[in-house]
């Protein structure tokens, strides 16, 4: 019988353990960086029988950057931040310890005062220096009065009562202090918020401009307009008076209200400035200007009428006098004020007198001294600018012989923008030539020129700033003109090959004093275009003639023929195999063998022209030739019968008036 023996023991082993410290790390004033502790584990059942190597602790951080432990269970605090050490024995029994590492300098960044509109939000995003990662804030606000916290109140709204950051919304105008905590740790900081209503538009009102310094007036300053009125307003009142030395005026009581009292003491000008100030901030200021006299105007004069344009940026400022001269230190520094009887033609500044044209016509511009019945009117006519003028002519020729018909012309007005009624200005004519008469008409709209003695002169219209000229000549009239040109001419005829230009010139014969001027033209311009005085240029050619006229400017005429030709280029001859049945059947004849008798050989001449799609010159015609003969038939067509052996060259020439004659031969062979 076998058997197995074991030895069965039974001990006391460490169910759990017990982390302990010698300072509470709960309190945050034990936890602060650069402190030292060491920790201790006790063990439960205390009775244990575990050995020492088994109890033993292995201790460890889970932030080693904010505390560190020696296997000895010596805690260093190094950094701010959450940190756990643990310890845990050989057979597996463990503990933990949590808590908080920071620096007793740890501060709260964030601004001491803020001054917020009412209405208006701010986002309060505060930080910690140094840093407490994994900490938020806890937030609040109180009302104040003076420095005594009034509990919740208005002022201030908090969107968020803790975390990282809130908002802060100004509800009304007041004071509050904004508070800012870490829960369980000894970091707090406050900002006195303070809300206000500042001020967008004030204007100043006073119960008198001008003050007697004789009688020492005073005036008497208040606020006509406070937005936001004043129960909301949250701005004070600071007023001054200028210049600040010498002032006509001198403040009379305190200058922190809402209206203020000046009394007069010498002759000027002064300003009074309110300035609605939170501090050393203005929000908005208006001023008031007063007037201090010692003698009064009587009077005010401005110039009967004036005249302005209305083109882009133009203005007339009227300047006015008074009487008696010396009854104001400074007539210019006089509180006027400008108006307009009709706004549509004009606009005027009511305090400098800046006169605007709008447009054509007449407005009373009226000026009246401020708080008196003194005033004085002006008649100022607006013109329109002139943007088009031009006259029908512009050469006018006329006869120097006197009570000829000719003698005498009229020059006329082609486009005026604006018409007569919308311009304004005075039609205006005039030449330097005391030999020509100008004669406007009623309305201006055209002249009458009549001319004394041969010569060259001009004659303009200006109408605002826009002139037009005409030349004029007077002139003895030509008796006689021939004209001739730079192309061949044959048989009463120019000619002038397609594309090309043509230059004719002129010559007068006349009596001394002759300045006739010439002007031509072409009876068909689509074919023999004017491209520039005398020179014409060849644009297409139909087969009829076409007149050249030279005209001057009295009247005498000249004309001429001019034939626009179209160039042959080349010629060929043409075998025609059938010319009754079929005769667009051809082919090209470079040299030519046929049989000898009667059998007869159908030629034909056939012209290329350097424009295919135009007609052929009028004219043209083609000859034939045999060096054997000196018979020359003419026409398109060339019937050869050889009646024997023979051996000739035959010869097509093109003639063209105007152009080269072209040419062509093959050699004739019949056997």
Excluded at 185 to 207: G, R, Y
């Amino acid at each position: 019988v076998k058997s197995n023996e074991c030895e069965i023991i039974v001990g006391n082993p460490v169910q759990s353990i017990a982390l302990t410290c010698e300072a509470d790390l709960s309190e945050p004033a034990n936890t602060t960086v650069g402190k030292t502790y060491v920790l201790t584990a006790s063990y439960t059942p205390l009775d244990t029988d575990d050995t020492e190597a088994e109890k033993k602790v292995t201790w460890a951080s889970s932030n080693p950057r904010a505390a560190s432990i020696d296997q000895n269970g010596k805690l260093t605090l190094l950094a701010p931040g959450r940190v756990t050490i643990s310890g845990q024995t050989a057979t597996g029994a463990d503990h933990s310890l949590s808590f908080y590492v920071w620096s007793p300098s740890t501060a709260i960044k964030f601004p001491k005062t803020l001054t917020l509109k009412k209405g208006s939000s701010y986002f309060a995003k505060p930080a910690f220096s140094p840093a407490m990662p994994g900490k938020e804030f806890e937030f609040a606000a109180v009302d104040l009065s003076g420095d005594e916290e009034l509990g919740t109140g208005n002022v201030l709204s908090l969107a968020y009562l803790s975390g990282l950051s809130t908002d802060l919304t100004a509800q009304s105008i007041g004071r509050s202090k904004f508070k800012l905590s870490v829960p369980g740790f000894p970091v707090h900081a406050e900002c006195i918020v303070t809300v206000i209503d500042p001020t967008t538009k004030v204007a100043l009102q006073s119960n008198k401009v001008w003050l007697n310094q004789q009688k020492a007036e005073t005036a008497f300053l208040s606020i006509a307009a406070l937005v936001p009125a004043r129960a909301e307003n949250s701005d004070a009142c600071a007023w001054s008076v200028a210049p600040a030395k010498n002032c006509p005026v001198e403040i009379v009581g305190a200058a922190n209200g809402h209206n203020l009292t000046v009394k007069a003491v010498k002759p000027g000008k002064a300003t009074v400035t309110l300035k609605m100030v939170n501090g050393a901030k203005v929000s908005k200021s208006a001023s008031f200007t007063l007037y201090v006299y010692d003698k009064p105007p009587t009077s005010i004069a401005l110039p009967k009428a004036a005249k302005t344009s209305c083109f882009a940026g133009a203005s007339l400022r009227l300047t006015p006098t008074f009487a008696p001269a010396n009854s104001y230190p400074d007539p210019s520094l006089l509180p006027l004020k400008w108006t307009t009887d009709d706004s549509t033609v004009l606009t005027v500044n009511e305090n400098t007198g800046l006169i605007t044209p709008l447009k054509a016509g007449v407005a009373n511009v009226t000026v009246k001294i401020v708080s008196t019945q003194l005033s004085a009117t002006c008649k100022v006519t607006v013109t329109a600018p002139t943007k088009t003028l031009t006259l029908d002519q512009k050469v006018l020729t006329l006869s120097a012989n006197r009570g000829a018909p000719d003698n005498k012309g009229a020059l006329r007005i082609a486009q005026l923008d604006p018409a007569p009624s919308a311009n304004g200005f005075d039609i205006k004519w005039s030449t330097d030539n005391k030999y020509i008469s100008v004669i406007p008409a009623a309305d201006g709209m055209s002249a009458s020129i009549q001319g004394w003695k041969s010569g060259k002169t001009s004659v303009t219209v200006t109408v605002g700033a826009k002139k037009a000229t005409a030349s004029v000549f007077v002139t003895a009239p030509a008796t006689a003109m021939t004209v001739k040109a730079s192309k061949p001419f044959a048989n009463d005829m120019y000619f002038v090959e397609h594309g090309k230009t043509i230059s004719f010139s002129a010559k007068i014969t006349a009596p001394k004093g002759c300045l006739e001027p010439v002007s031509w033209e072409s009876s068909n311009p689509e074919a023999l275009a004017l491209v520039k005085p005398g020179t014409f240029k060849a644009t297409l050619t139909d087969g009829q003639p076409i007149v050249v006229t030279a005209t001057t400017a009295l009247g005498h005429q000249v004309s001429c023929n001019v034939q626009v030709v179209n160039r042959p280029v080349s010629i060929k001859i043409i075998h025609r195999f059938d010319p009754v049945n079929a005769p667009g059947l051809k082919t090209l004849v470079k040299d030519l063998t046929t049989r000898e008798g009667n059998t007869e050989t159908p030629l034909r001449a056939v012209v290329t022209y350097a424009n295919p799609s135009l007609s052929p010159t009028p004219g043209g015609y083609v000859t034939w030739s045999a060096s054997d003969s000196p018979f020359v038939p003419t026409g398109l067509d060339f019937a050869y019968h050889p009646a024997f052996k023979e051996q000739i060259i035959l010869t097509a020439t093109y003639h063209s008036p105007g152009s080269k004659d072209v040419k062509t031969s093959i050699l004739l062979v019949a056997k």
